[in-house]
């Protein structure tokens, strides 16, 4: 990822330098409880000394060398960072409005002063007379990304193109950060008069949303809201009017933004001297080109369709035998259908896995499993000030060094509110550096629960979600002691990024794992083996369409950037997608791509999730499945994947941990694991 990318994005990085003038910690700015004022004079504060810092090493007089050189730049770097991340923090997730909106100015200005740092000539010019020679691995492989990454945004280019190449970064900034704050403040529903709609859906469920005086019942588009809808109402008209709602968030406005958003990046790839945008995204990444991208889909084509298409025709068959008159099954019912099939066919109802996942005793679980499983505590730091009361705050200790060492600290902000940012994610709250600042990660959750009285009973699905975004806090966390800012945890290629935190939902399939917080809410009992062995067993169950839907999506983000903007057709793209890759029929009015906020991180690389899945599986195969949590796998792991950070190329870090390439055995294992054996 390049440096404007990382800093534009204001998720993945911090720094340490002096307080600045306004807010109360130099790294944390909610810390103080910050107004819109203060929050403008913490990020000046490092932006000057991110100019400090250019201006330091552009007046060394002399040879260049790494300390005189490269220090003051990683420094830089660093204060640009943490200029970014505080902004970017509250722009997803501070309470107030008046602290997102001033935080999408300071975004938009901080993204700019590290397009000024990543086209500046003089700088590269320095960096590229410093002698590696006699340096570290970690710092030559510093150099040369940073050198290629420099290349990449077009610092070799002249003065008026570096100019033109600035002012569309800076619109591209704006223009994503008005894309996902849409998103954010854009909640949609659906009212409910007839109560008879409901059925199917959990007690818990119907309590938390009773009628008001009208008798109306209010259904909102938040995940809690949503997800089991989809999966329990028996209602097809129900379910299909809350697919809409939520698929039409944010638009029009938003395809508009999108439209726009893709024609800039056009422009400015041909200005840096590619074809396309999607080749630019792709040249620094594990796979080097589009070409290799499409290679990439159509392998896990070949692998996941012959199990999709088996899938399906159980499905059809399935549901037509329930009605008569289904031949296809729309989308909008398809969590529905894939739900009752696992009850008939494998006993499995997911509701009655529920009461063993109270939110609590998950959060509690996966803690404890990933202590034993990465060998650290996690001790409740509980005076650690926060954006809003309801995030809880750990700080991470050692459990291998002597006196438990303390590696970092995890925010967990779990559940909705008004503003927050409505999907699942993790980010970098204080960027890591040795014998500087320790790493700081927050998970962003939707996940029921939160209030009074509610103990948040979480689907099977949202279990898995935790787990994964709490991969990526673990690699941030464990990964975030390089020497260099430059090569933490996620400047690693980005393709490789979500391969720990897959990696890290294969363990929930576990009995050792799940009997650790797998609870009954009200009695505590363990869940039953049998239960246990159903719900993995149903689990199984349609990983090929699963594939192909990810592929569809991969495809239809490469797609829209690979060709001339104004040739896109984002409903005909979408459209073209469900007939090659969809097992369910697409619904008319879906407009999904005005809230697939990928699309602005990840822009035309969506494959990363298909691409670190291939290596996640291939690494979990590793494992003792019968010693998963404290086989020496695990500590293995650590050391060879998380540790190095971005200190080596991804492929290194594959190679040291499996001592070859990745391969597909893994993943065509896992997509026909459900073949594999007889339903008893």
């Keep these: 990822m390049r440096m404007a990318e990382i800093v534009a994005g204001a998720v993945l990085a ?40 250019e201006a330091q090493l552009l007046a060394v007089k002399g040879p260049r060398t790494v300390e005189n050189t ?118 949609g529903h659906i009212d409910v008069k007839d109560v008879t709609e409901l059925e199917g859906l959990p007690a818990d469920y119907m309590k938390r949303h009773p009628a008001n005086a009208e008798g109306v019942i209010t259904i909102t588009t938040d995940e809690p809201d949503y997800r089991p809808v989809m999966t329990y109402a028996k209602s097809t008209a129900l379910r299909e009017r809350l697919f809409i709602a939520y698929n039409t968030r944010a638009y029009p406005v938003n395809k508009d933004l999108l439209l726009e958003v893709l024609s800039v990046r056009a422009e400015l790839a041909h200005l840096l001297g590619f074809a396309t945008w999607a080749e630019l995204a792709t040249a620094d990444k594990m796979v080097g080109t589009p070409a290799n991208v499409r ?85 409740p730091a509980k005076n650690a000030e926060v954006w809003d009361p309801s995030v809880t705050v750990f700080d991470v200790t050692d459990g291998v060094t002597p006196g438990g060492k303390k590696l970092g600290r ?108 797998a609870k009954d809410a009200k009695t505590g009992a363990p869940m039953p083996k049998e239960l246990f062995d159903k719900m993995v067993k149903a689990d199984a169950f349609a990983r090929g369409i699963t594939i192909e839907r990810q592929l569809m999506l991969a495809n239809y983000s490469l797609t829209m950037h690979d060709r001339a903007p104004q040739t896109v057709d984002l409903d005909a793209l979408l459209h073209e997608g469900y007939l090659k890759y969809g097992a369910f029929t697409e619904a008319p009015e879906n407009r999904m791509y005005a809230t697939f906020t990928h699309l602005m991180g990840y822009s035309s690389n969506y494959y990363t999730y298909m691409q670190s899945k291939v290596i996640a599986l291939d690494f979990f195969a590793q494992f003792d499945e019968k010693n998963l949590l404290d086989g020496p796998a695990a500590m293995r792991y650590r050391k060879t994947v998380l540790e190095p950070g971005g200190s080596v190329s991804a492929n290194t870090l594959v190679k040291n941990f499996l001592g070859r390439p990745q391969s597909y055995e893994a993943v065509r294992k896992w997509i026909n694991e459900e073949f594999a054996a007889p339903v008893k």
Excluded: C
């Design 70 to 187: 490269l220090a003051p730049f990683d420094e830089a770097t660093r204060a640009l960072h943490t200029a970014g991340s505080g902004p970017g923090l509250l722009n997803n997730a501070s309470p107030k409005k008046e602290l997102r909106d001033v935080a999408q100015v300071e975004i938009q200005r901080v993204g700019k002063a590290g397009d000024e740092l990543s086209l500046n000539r003089a700088v590269y010019e320095a960096l590229r007379a410093v002698d590696v020679s006699k340096a570290d691995a970690p710092t030559k492989f510093y150099m040369e990304k940073t050198l290629r990454e420099y290349r990449l945004a077009g610092v070799d280019k002249d003065e008026a193109t570096r100019n033109k190449v600035r002012d569309l970064q800076d619109k591209l900034t704006g223009l994503s950060l008005r894309y996902q704050r849409n998103i954010a403040e854009s909640v």
């Design 410 to 517: 995890i925010y967990l902000d779990m559940h909705p509110r008004a503003g927050k940012n409505k999907w699942f994610n993790a980010s970098t709250v204080v960027t890591g550096k040795r014998d500087v600042a320790l790493p700081e990660a927050r998970l962003n959750g939707n996940f029921a629960g939160g209030e009074s009285g509610d103990p948040g009973l979480m689907q099977y699905a949202d279990v898995v979600t935790f787990f994964h975004e709490f991969g990526h806090m673990m690699h941030g966390v464990l990964g975030g002691h390089q020497e260099w800012v430059g090569i933490g945890p996620f400047a690693v290629e980005w393709d490789f990024v979500e391969a720990p935190s897959q990696m890290l939902e294969e363990f929930f399939a576990n009995r050792a794992v799940i009997d650790t917080f």
């Design 295 to 379: 290679l990439l889909i159509d392998e896990l084509d070949k692998a996941a369709r012959p199990a999709a298409a088996k899938e399906k025709a159980e499905l059809i068959a399935f549901a037509k035998s329930k009605d008569a008159s289904i031949t296809e099954i729309p989308e909008y019912s398809s969590s529905y259908w894939v739900e009752q099939y696992k009850r008939a066919t494998y006993g499995f109802d997911s509701q009655s896995v529920r009461s063993y996942f109270p939110f609590a005793q998950v959060q509690e679980g996966v803690l404890h499993a990933a202590s034993r499983i990465f060998h650290v505590s996690f001790v």
């Design 14 to 53: 911090t720094s340490a330098v002096g307080v600045a003038q306004g807010a109360s910690d130099p790294l944390r700015v909610w810390v103080g409880d910050p107004d819109a004022a203060a929050v403008h004079a913490w990020v000046q504060g490092h932006l000057d000394e991110a100019a400090r810092l």
